[in-house]
């Protein structure tokens, strides 16, 4: 199994252009997140998905777009991006049982800087 | 103000000691909570969940109080391979959890 997956790693973008980050899990859950983190500040969550179809917005939504068309695919997209929006990036995936919240399992992260 | 709270540190301690972070959180509704471990630059870890009656892993001891609304992490005989930073994290509810802003530990020779 290969867990969460991101995908790019590493990516620079000049203010104004857009990109999509891809966030894939294997292990079949129905939560998915997106996360950023900044230093000092913690990760805070941009939009979250509790399940295939369904995205909802977090702490920090603005200048960011999310779809889940498949189970085990959450996009992140800046649609024109900031420096504002320089960061690391974290996906993650979690699953309920038995009406309790698990662990979530995170992505090696993107790191993205916005010139 | 944060739903959930740390001391960011950095705790400096000695290799050999004992240390302890507390976290508060503030929604009363949660139900799960989480240490987490993140090194420098690497995605969080699943470090224990802590549970009411309280949990022990190995040196790693986790313990939950409600009246308080605290969680605490004791870490006996520290290691140079415990620096890191530690997150907490309670989850109050659509199982949506929130993160502490981590508190930074390093062991030292």
């Known amino acids: 199994n290969a867990g969460v997956t991101q995908t790019p790693k590493f990516r620079v973008l000049k203010t104004g252009q857009s990109m999509t980050l891809l966030c894939a899990q294997d292990?079949?859950?129905?939560?998915m997140y997106w996360y950023r983190q900044d230093p000092g500040m913690g990760l805070r969550l941009i939009h979250y998905?509790?399940?295939?179809?369904?995205?909802a917005k977090g702490e920090v939504p603005d200048g960011y777009n999310v779809s889940r068309l498949k189970k085990q695919n959450f996009l992140l997209g800046l649609e024109s991006a900031a420096p504002s929006q320089t960061s690391v990036y974290f996906c993650?995936?979690?699953?309920?049982?038995?009406?309790?919240?698990?662990?979530?399992?995170f992505g090696p992260g993107t790191r993205l800087t916005v010139l | 103000r944060k739903e959930v709270e740390q001391d960011p540190g950095p705790f400096n301690v000695p290799e050999g000691a004992t240390v302890a972070f507390n976290c508060t959180y503030s929604?009363?509704?949660?139900?799960?909570f989480f240490w987490y471990r993140q090194d420098c630059r690497k995605e969080p870890k699943l470090l224990m969940s802590?549970?009411?009656s309280g949990n022990e892993d190995g040196r790693f001891t986790a313990q939950l109080n409600r009246a308080s609304q605290y969680i605490s992490l004791l870490i006996r005989d520290s290691k140079l391979s415990d620096s890191a930073t530690y997150l907490c994290?309670?989850?109050?509810?659509?199982?949506?959890?929130?993160f502490g802003r981590g508190t930074s530990l390093i062991v030292h020779p």
């Open positions: 993650a995936s979690s699953y309920v049982e038995e009406g309790s919240f698990n662990e979530q399992f």
């Open positions: 292990m079949n859950h129905e939560y």
């Open positions: 998905s509790v399940g295939e179809g369904t995205t």
């Open positions: 929604n009363s509704a949660s139900q799960s």
């Open positions: 802590v549970y009411s």
């Open positions: 994290v309670a989850e109050g509810g659509s199982y949506i959890p929130t």
